[in-house]
């Protein structure tokens, strides 16, 4: 749903605004049950996860959302479900094959979990299935883009299509006999592959033979121009599927099915003092394309014969068996969503640059450093340009001969980051450059290592944290010595990745200041991360693991008591997701006291909003959309004095307890007021979103009353940043 982050490459995904960066987190539970709360308080991750995934269903069934929009969501939908499978499902799967039978956040057993996952998600992939041929499809004929049959097509069509087999795809093809002198072949994870039961007219013999499609052909083959305007394809398995004679000549071509294998894939390294983490991973990475198999996806018109021989050589039980209509791996519309028919898309929205990070005069070069030192600056991506802001403040450190030292946590990069590039400058132009590289970023492993070894070529010292905790925060410090000789710190601390493609689809925050306390609180954690040293006391940041959930508490707590005290109170929460049990119940207890409290949760929510005697006073809302929402907030109004946090910690225990993250205290008015118009916003009844209720289902309102559809939030919020830069900002 891919931190969490969509994919559709080797790298990232970056073609829709809901993807599921939030996979991996096995913990029993933080919370100390004082038995003042309701027992079952607690909603299941993993069922969770699948509903966040249902609600981007229903964008792709949504008919007001743009057609190739809704064909991105489904592609999305299907390659956030992969992704779950791969880590979630599997992990279960090995704690019950190792008989590590730990309970899930309710107290479940793995097993029974495992039941309700695969009958949930079956039941989800057919309603995806149904949404693609009944709703999608026959809309995308309309607008003249058509996924043809075999079937359909003319002679003529099949004269040229045969040329195409000849020439561009059966030199690839690479059918595997299974019989007792060829044993039955590995079936890589996520690929498509068909099964083929051939006969030999002179034998009579049956035998059967797996041909694999390609990857590295494009899914939807474009047919010829046949003079209507349209834009047809044909999916590459059935074009194949259609040429088997050509591949098995001689041969009686009995039966041919389409499936699809889900693996293991989640990486597991032991990390030591002593060992080279680097060629760990690598390692780990090989062994990662062998991990046994957790689900098998069918066509629905595959005959027992077949299915019998799958589920005895892949070891897959009767559950485990997804049986589908055709075309199976819907994430292979990405292709067709990326075709070039603007008015079946959102409208373009072209981010702006922020207001303080302008020139001076129209065709002047900005100066960032002078515009951070005159005061704090929030930027919101994707509506504020990440290019002139985050890109452009490490590009001109690279360049300033003043500045002496850049430091940066680099948790994911795109194959041809700018910011990587502007550290190798840097280094090349001799400044001390520090990157901190987390190279055990989920599927991202190989990428990060790359980057790891050219950094370190250019002179960098690149560093890979402290053992056992992954680096998850959003750092980055420039020194630079000022004209009279004092050195003075700038620095960013973001809710994001410094990646410029998914900049473009992620909503995060970052803030930019010239505070010198947030300057030296930064230099002691980069001291930690990169030496021995071990720093407890910030001013203006929380960090995790030994502070961070523990700051949040002492928070929640302020409000309890300035609530019992008759004082303003209220909370406001925006995350990913929110499982910890301990701020879970923390919250539990602001709202028994009479707290109000707003959570806005992209994906897993394990609260329970308008539980009697536990939540009557939450609300739990949902925003999914064209860009995904990513920044994490956390606003307490403190009696009337706001404390408002902003950084890159979600509420589940691998960030509070395995992760290092940071989040820092937002100080300007104009800021705090912004967050707090963003969750005014979100939380309007006036606003199209997804409400949490008690039972767990998320229900979606998107209309009022009389049918009109809602604001679409991120709408409003470009509206709004966009008419604060045509106005002049009101600083």
Wanted: proline share 5%; with cysteine; glycine share 6%.
């Amino acid at each position: 749903m891919q931190d969490e982050e969509y994919r559709t490459d080797s790298s990232y995904q970056v073609d829709g605004g809901v993807g599921g960066d939030f996979l991996d987190d096995w913990d029993e539970t933080t919370s100390v049950d004082d038995g003042t709360l309701p027992v079952e308080r607690y909603l299941d991750r993993e069922l969770s996860w699948l509903r966040f995934n249902q609600r981007v269903l229903e964008l792709a069934e949504d008919p007001a959302v743009p057609l190739l929009e809704r064909v991105n969501f489904l592609a999305i939908f299907a390659s956030n479900l992969d992704e779950f499978f791969m880590v979630r499902v599997a992990g279960l799967k090995r704690r019950i094959v190792t008989g590590l039978a730990v309970p899930t956040n309710i107290g479940r057993a793995p097993a029974d979990v495992l039941a309700d996952i695969n009958r949930t998600a079956l039941e989800l992939q057919h309603r995806h299935a149904l949404c693609f041929h009944s709703l999608v499809k026959p809309e995308l004929d309309d607008a003249g883009i058509h996924i043809e049959n075999w079937a359909d097509l003319d002679e003529a069509d099949r004269i040229q299509v045969d040329q195409t087999f000849s020439k561009q795809i059966f030199p690839v093809l690479m059918p595997l006999a299974v019989d007792p002198a060829h044993p039955f072949p590995y079936i890589s994870g996520l690929s498509l592959n068909l099964s083929v039961r051939v006969r030999n007219p002179k034998t009579e013999k049956v035998e059967f033979a797996r041909l694999k499609v390609p990857q590295v052909l494009p899914r939807f083959v474009p047919l010829p121009d046949d003079g209507s305007g349209l834009q047809r394809f044909l999916t590459l398995e059935d074009l194949i599927s259609n040429h088997l004679g050509e591949l098995f000549p001689g041969m009686e071509i009995l039966e041919h099915h389409e499936f699809r294998v889900t693996r293991n894939e989640d990486v597991e390294i032991e990390e030591d003092e002593t060992e080279n983490l680097i060629q760990a991973l690598e390692r780990e990475l090989l062994r990662r394309r062998f991990g046994p198999p957790i689900r098998l996806e069918i066509t629905d018109d595959m005959d027992d014969l077949t299915l019998g021989l799958l589920v005895r050589e892949l070891g897959i039980t009767e559950q485990e068996v997804y049986r589908l209509p055709a075309p199976l791996d819907l994430g292979g519309l990405f292709e067709i969503s990326k075709i070039d028919r603007p008015h079946l898309k959102y409208p373009k929205h072209v981010p702006v640059t922020p207001l303080q990070l302008q020139p001076s005069e129209p065709n002047a070069t900005p100066d960032l450093f002078r515009a951070i030192g005159r005061s704090d600056v929030l930027v919101h991506h994707p509506y504020e340009s990440f290019a002139t802001s985050v890109q452009a403040f490490l590009e001109q450190a690279a360049r300033d001969p003043n500045v002496l030292a850049i430091k940066q946590t680099l948790y994911r990069t795109s194959g041809d980051s700018p910011i990587v590039e502007a550290l190798i400058d840097a280094a090349e132009a001799g400044k001390a450059v520090l990157a901190l590289v987390e190279i055990k970023a989920r599927f991202d492993e190989q990428n990060n290592i790359e980057w790891a070894r050219k950094l370190e070529k250019a002179g960098v010292h690149v560093v890979y944290g402290l053992v056992g905790l992954k680096t998850h925060c959003k750092l980055a410090l420039v020194v630079r010595q000022e004209k009279n000789g004092e050195l003075k710190y700038y620095s960013h601390v973001g809710t994001g990745n410094y990646n410029p493609k998914t900049s473009r689809i992620y909503e995060d925050l970052g803030l930019f200041t010239a505070d010198p306390q947030v300057g030296k609180d930064l230099t002691r954690l980069f001291n930690e991360l990169s030496g021995y040293a071990i720093e407890k006391k910030y001013k203006r940041l929380l960090v995790a693991p030994r502070y961070l959930r523990r700051g949040l508490l002492r928070g929640i707590s302020g409000e309890i008591k300035a609530a019992k005290e008759g004082r303003e109170s209220g909370i406001r929460i925006k995350v990913n997701s929110l499982v910890d049990e301990a701020i879970i119940d923390a919250l539990y207890r602001a709202s028994n006291a009479g707290v109000p409290v707003d959570i806005v949760v992209r994906g897993i929510c394990a609260l329970v909003p308008g539980l009697e005697g536990a939540s009557e006073n939450i609300r739990v809302r949902s925003v999914l959309g064209r860009y995904l929402e990513h920044s994490r907030v956390f606003s307490f109004r403190n009696g009337g004095e706001p404390h408002v946090w902003i950084g890159s910690a979600d509420m589940m225990h691998r960030n509070l307890d395995r992760r290092i993250e940071v989040l820092v205290r937002l100080t300007d008015p104009l800021h705090l007021a912004q967050v707090d118009a963003m969750f005014d916003l979100a939380m309007s009844d006036a606003t199209s979103a997804w409400a949490l209720r008690p039972d767990g289902e998320w229900e979606r309102r998107h209309r009022d009353d009389k049918g009109r559809a809602l604001a679409d939030m991120q709408n409003v919020v470009m509206t709004t940043v966009t008419a604060r830069r045509r106005l002049g900002g009101t600083r």
